[in-house]
């Protein structure tokens, strides 16, 4: 099976810009879940999307948001970006009741 | 009191050794545990999952598991350079709630 991949792998934005970020879980895999990692704050959830529903959501202003598709694959957005959210963002993908949670590459998001 | 604990490290065995990570957690009613190894610039990939009290070994990894202590261990048996990575502890309380992470604990390994 094919892993979680994550496009695009590196973006540069400067301040104020918008950036939409896109995830693919592995096939058959209908949670995914985002992250993002930064090295003062460790792993921080951001939301989790089950059937095209958000089922989490964690601790981040309303700049960040996301969807899911029908086929599971997903996206964050985030909108007037900030210096501090410079970070790795990371989906993660589960297929089961067990929670256990398959990392993609992640995105290295840095802001100008 | 944070929800995952782990000892930042850096914690230094030298190789061949057996290198000891341990976490706690403060939420009684967690059921499932995980430890998930991150190397420098790359993400975080699953090595163990336990649920139950007691110890799950694969490989040369074995976690270890007393809910009523509430900590979860993972031993690395006949360490390896590498080995060196980060590794983090992950905790899901109930159902289908978020997994939380612990800020990982470094452990370097040296030949």
């Known amino acids: 099976k094919a892993g979680v991949t994550q496009t695009p792998r590196y973006l540069i934005k400067t301040r104020g810009q918008q950036v939409t970020l896109s995830c693919s879980p592995i096939s058959g895999h209908r949670s995914v879940s985002w992250y993002q990692q930064t090295p003062g704050q460790g792993l921080q959830f951001l939301f989790e999307?089950?059937?095209?529903?958000?089922?989490n959501k964690g601790n981040f202003p309303g700049r960040f948001s996301g969807r899911q598709f029908s086929n599971s694959r997903s996206e964050m957005n985030v909108s007037t970006l900030e210096l501090g959210d410079s970070a790795l963002y990371l989906c993660?993908?589960?297929?089961?009741?067990?929670?256990?949670?398959?990392f993609g590459p992640g995105t290295r998001l840095t802001v100008l | 009191q944070k929800e995952v604990e782990q000892n930042s490290g850096p914690l230094s065995v030298p190789e061949g050794a057996i290198a000891s990570l341990n976490c706690t957690y403060s939420?009684?009613?967690?059921?499932?545990f995980f430890w998930y190894r991150q190397y420098s610039g790359k993400s975080p990939e699953l090595i163990m999952s336990i649920y139950s009290n007691g110890d799950k070994e694969d490989g040369r990894f074995t976690a270890q598991l007393n809910k009523a202590s509430q900590y979860v261990s993972l031993l690395i048996r006949d360490s390896q350079p590498s080995d060196s990575a980060t590794y983090l502890c992950?905790?899901?309380?109930?159902?289908?709630?978020?997994?939380?992470f612990g800020k990982g604990t470094r452990l370097s390994v040296i030949a």
């Open positions: 992950a905790v899901n309380k109930v159902g289908n709630t978020p997994l939380v």
């Open positions: 999307y089950f059937s095209e529903t958000q089922r």
């Open positions: 939420d009684r009613v967690s059921q499932s």
């Open positions: 993660a993908s589960s297929g089961g009741s067990d929670r256990e949670q398959f």
